[in-house]
């Protein structure tokens, strides 16, 4: 069983573009997050949901919004993307907010053309 | 403010040489640290925690407080060691978990 799933494993799409990529966890962990890595490897939080709570991280533009319907599952919708948007997306999840183990998805690589 | 470095982007050494993975941290209570493991293609995996104080496929961290440093070492690197490698903090509670800028270990026969 596959404990934090992301779909789509790859995405290439067109500047000005809305896309939408979906994480699921089914390991029963409170906390959910998404991290960007970037071309360099650089690994950065984007944002923290946990307990219906959502933490924005002050460095990500307005135009990428997480939406959780249950615990179990924390989407990242871009809306107009950019060239610079183009990166691997990872969530992860972990028992309790910014404690212990994160476990992650696969990642999703973005490609904005 | 919260900070992890990793000075090395890329360290290779030879099979069964000594491999040592440095990461130093900033950090004003008392953090919690980790190392974690990217393979190709892979998705990130934890390798140890230092409250754990484990030994993990041969890698072993230890906490220096003084120091304020955490790094990761092998005394016999393996050529399926050959990963990126990131460092982490976390504060708990309100306190962000990040990561450093990663460590591209490779390990040539």
């Known amino acids: 069983d596959t404990a934090v799933s992301q779909t789509p494993k790859y995405l290439v799409t067109q500047m000005g573009n809305d896309k939408s990529i979906k994480c699921e966890q089914n390991?029963?962990?409170?906390?959910m997050y998404w991290y960007k890595q970037d071309s360099k490897k650089f690994l950065k939080i984007m944002f923290s949901?946990?307990?219906?709570?959502?933490?924005i991280n002050e460095t990500v533009p307005n135009r990428f919004s997480p939406k959780s319907p249950d615990k179990a599952h924390l989407n990242l919708h871009i809306n107009s993307l950019e060239l610079g948007d183009s990166a691997v997306y990872f969530c992860?999840?972990?028992?309790?907010?910014?404690?212990?183990?994160?476990?992650f998805g696969e990642g999703s690589r973005l490609t904005v053309l | 403010a919260q900070r992890v470095t990793q000075p090395e982007k890329l360290l290779s050494v030879f099979k069964g040489a000594p491999v040592e993975l440095k990461c130093n941290y900033s950090?004003?209570?008392?953090?919690?640290l980790f190392w974690y493991v990217q393979y190709s293609r892979q998705r990130l995996q934890l390798l140890l925690r230092?409250?754990s104080r484990e030994s993990i496929k041969g890698f072993t961290a230890d906490l220096n407080k003084g120091e304020t440093s955490f790094h990761l070492k092998k005394p016999f690197a393996q050529e399926e060691d050959s990963a990126m490698y990131y460092c982490?903090?976390?504060?708990?509670?309100?306190?962000?978990?990040?990561f450093g800028t990663g460590t591209r270990l490779k390990v040539l026969a």
């Open positions: 992860a999840s972990s028992q309790a907010l910014y404690t212990g183990e994160l476990f």
């Open positions: 390991l029963g962990h409170d906390t």
């Open positions: 949901y946990n307990n219906k709570e959502l933490i």
């Open positions: 950090y004003s209570g008392s953090p919690e």
């Open positions: 230092h409250i």
């Open positions: 982490a903090l976390s504060g708990g509670g309100t306190y962000k978990y990040i």
